[in-house]
């Protein structure tokens, strides 16, 4: 995937958090192992000025009973059902939740997870 796409995904789903959460101390790019090869990743990283992370399938999959949508295309391809998904709650840690649930366009996929002790409410 180009870099473009995945960065322009990526801050759309930035955007999306939900204003009453904090944000995270350290966020990162995580995504499955089997994507260390592309150069959209790298470039997106760079670009976002975010740290990427690749993780190994049987680590994503330990995350998958948290996923919300389920992708027949990245189970037949990967074995994971929502690789976003799984992805951002591995990433974020054991007790993670979904903020912002996976979002997809011009065949990028993204999602953002936060450790659930990490999600505060925000004062006014």
């Known amino acids: 995937m180009p870099g473009e796409a995945i960065t322009a995904l990526v801050k759309q789903a930035i955007a999306a958090w939900p204003p009453r959460v904090a944000w995270p101390p350290q966020a ?24 990427l992370v ?12 948290g996923v919300k949508t389920h992708s027949p295309r990245a189970f037949a391809r990967f074995g994971i059902s929502s ?10 840690g054991p007790r ?4 912002v649930p996976r979002i997809s ?6 999602a953002i997870a936060a450790e659930a002790t990490a999600m505060w409410e925000r004062t006014p």
């Not at 995504?31 to 976002?48: S, V």
């Not at 690789?83 to 974020?92: C, F, I, M, R, T």
């Not at 366009?105 to 993204?110: D, I, L, N, P």
Request: charged content about 25%.
């Open 105 to 110: 366009a011009r065949g990028v996929t993204c």
């Open 54 to 65: 690749f993780l190994p399938r049987d680590v994503l999959g330990k995350a998958t009973a």
């Open 83 to 92: 690789v976003a998904e799984a992805a951002a709650l591995a990433g974020a």
């Open 28 to 51: 990162k790019l995580f995504t499955i192992e089997d994507k260390r090869d592309e150069a959209g990743m790298q470039q997106a990283a760079q670009a976002l000025g975010l740290e």
């Open 96 to 99: 993670a939740a979904l903020v």
